[in-house]
Nanobody, 116 residues
Framework: QVQLVESGGGLVQAGGSLRLSCAAS????????MGWFRQAPGNEREFVAS????????TYADSVKGRFTISRDNAKNTLYLQMNSLLPEDTAVYYC?????????WGQGTQVTVSS
């Protein structure tokens, strides 16, 4: 069982930056591939970025490539998403996800609002 708690969301002006964190419980965090997803009002949840269990491999949605950076600290059981050059269309609830084989865990989400 893995419990995920996101933090770091808030209100920011367009062009600004935010850093999201996702704290994971348990001793097996380093075995999980991790990802960030987001859901805007009226939209389906969409993929933002993912990182392999070791942190060696990352993948990004085209809409955030070059602006967002996903990283993890396995010693601290924490996942991060550095978001720069934020746009109003980045406004959404951001969710942390952990996956390994059939296991699939989600956090409760953190709201990010970007004003124009």
């Amino acid at each position: 069982q893995v419990q995920l708690v996101e933090s770091g969301g808030g209100l920011v002006q367009a062009g600004g930056s935010l850093r999201l964190s996702c704290a994971a419980s348990g001793r097996t965090f380093s075995r999980y591939g991790m990802g960030w997803f987001r859901q805007a009002p009226g939209n389906e949840r969409e993929f933002v970025a993912s990182i392999s269990s070791s942190g060696a491999s990352t993948t990004y949605a085209d809409s955030v490539k070059g602006r967002f950076t996903i990283s993890r600290d396995n010693a601290k059981n924490t996942l991060y998403l550095q978001m720069n050059s934020l746009l109003p269309e980045d406004t959404a609830v951001y969710y942390c996800n952990a996956q390994r084989r059939a296991d699939d865990y989600w956090g409760q989400g953190t709201q990010v609002t970007v004003s124009s």
